[in-house]
């Protein structure tokens, strides 16, 4: 028999697939409403004008190795974004880092080290529901995997009692994910107040924080209000957490994975090692990192006007997407489409859930509509509705 005979055939990621569809589907009017992509106002892939002058200034910049850690200035700059450039932590060297391959790269990294750190009998709780790969990225590394209800279907809007709940229950030392801003696929964050709350019981249970940082900047428009969270943990209450950022969505560089992981220790001693850590496992899975993404976000981040540059792509991106919102509210609501609307613009982010049945279909991606398609998508959901 094959060596391969008892290998199990997995279907392909249903949101892959969806586009898949949709790229071969002959239909003249077709929008894309699945797939984690900003899009233009002409539905197409948007390079952001920070990135295009970027790439101008690295042209010629040669093809060597990077250091195993990653491209040092971009190592350095992308934890100041992430944590502030006032950060204690950063100050105090508690900070370990690593360029990892965008956000599912550092998120494996960073679960490794905590594989390492905390032993296979430790939970990781992940919301429900939440992004499909958390799953998949932490059952691989070989973690029990829990779920806990972070959403209500009936309100549309986080359930902060079934949150806090789980919380509550958790063996001490257990991991949970949370996502810093735009929860995918709900849309919902806590406020400033939830995340104080979350922040104190997971101190007083010494629950360890795993943030996923997909998508700073993109919620408000603003990097540093989006990084809200992290800086009330790290700063405020000086907890050990991981942050796991992606520049793929907020710098538009989806296909270069550009991605940090950083652990916030609670010693120079630790951070050292932690990071030693890091550069053992990057070592032994891509030995270096790719260079072109990370040159592009450290010339981004590096330089005064193009820094300027991307904060105002940040707010054009979190605008279009929010506009769009409102014309889809006003689309449903002009329509008289029978239902309750206003979750679509009580939630934040890229993605919005509609409550729809999943025979209807359940999640949409708000940065596929435009001027040119809303109205017919507002028909559309309209017309499933009846
Ligand atoms: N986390 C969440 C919640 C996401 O939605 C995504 C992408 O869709 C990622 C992480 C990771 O994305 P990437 O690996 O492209 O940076």
């Known amino acids: 028999p094959s060596v391969f005979a008892s290998v199990v055939y997995t279907p392909p990621d249903v949101i892959f697939e969806l586009t898949k569809k949709y790229l071969t589907d002959p239909a003249e009017q077709k929008v894309n409403l699945g797939q984690g992509t900003y899009r233009d106002e002409n539905g197409s892939p948007w390079i952001l004008p920070c990135v295009r002058a970027a790439k101008e200034k690295i042209r010629d910049v040669n093809h060597e190795y990077l250091p195993i850690l990653g491209l ?16 204690t932590a950063l100050i105090e060297k508690r900070v370990a880092s690593c360029q990892a391959l965008s956000g599912t790269g550092a998120i494996h990294m960073a679960g490794k080290i905590l594989y ?34 972070y959403y209500s279907e009936t309100a549309g809007c986080l359930n902060m009692e079934t949150v806090t709940q789980a919380l509550n229950e958790a063996p001490p030392g257990s991991i949970f994910i949370f996502h810093v801003s735009a929860h995918n696929p709900t849309g919902c964050d806590p406020t400033q ?10 101190q007083d249970r010494g629950l360890f924080p795993i943030f996923d940082a997909a998508y700073l900047g993109m919620t408000s428009g603003v990097y540093d209000r989006d990084a809200y969270a992290i800086r009330y943990f790290v700063e405020e209450l000086r ?11 907020n710098m538009g560089l989806y296909g270069e994975r550009v991605g940090l992981a950083s652990i916030i220790t609670r010693s120079p001693q630790e951070a050292t090692a932690v990071e030693s850590a890091f550069e053992q496992l990057m070592r032994a899975e891509v030995s270096n990192p790719p260079a072109f993404g990370a040159r592009v976000a450290a010339a981004v981040l590096e330089d005064g006007e193009l820094r300027a540059e991307w904060a105002r792509n940040l707010t054009k991106m979190s605008s279009r997407v929010e506009e769009m919102r409102w014309a889809l509210f006003d689309g449903l609501k002009k329509l ?29 991606s708000i940065a596929g509509l435009n001027w040119g398609n809303v109205q017919y998508v507002a028909e559309c959901i309209d017309q499933t509705i009846r």
């Not at 107040?193 to 997971?202: G, H, L, P, R, S």
């Not at 907890?239 to 969505?249: D, G, N, P």
């Not at 489409?337 to 359940?362: A, N, Y």
């Open 116 to 149: 390492n750190a905390l032993g296979s009998q430790t939970p990781v709780y992940i919301t429900n529901p939440t992004w499909s790969n958390h799953r998949q990225v932490f059952a691989s590394i070989g973690f029990l995997v829990r779920e806990y209800t």
């Open 193 to 202: 107040e939830q995340w104080k709350d979350i922040a104190t019981i997971v």
């Open 336 to 364: 008289e489409t029978p239902g309750s609307w206003d979750r679509i613009v009580k939630q934040g982010g890229m993605f919005c859930l509609l409550g729809l049945t999943p025979e209807q279909v359940v999640e949409i």
């Open 72 to 87: 040092t200035s971009f190592r350095t700059l992308a934890a100041e974004l992430v944590l502030g450039r006032e950060s």
């Open 239 to 249: 907890l050990e957490v991981a942050v796991c950022a992606s520049f793929a969505k």
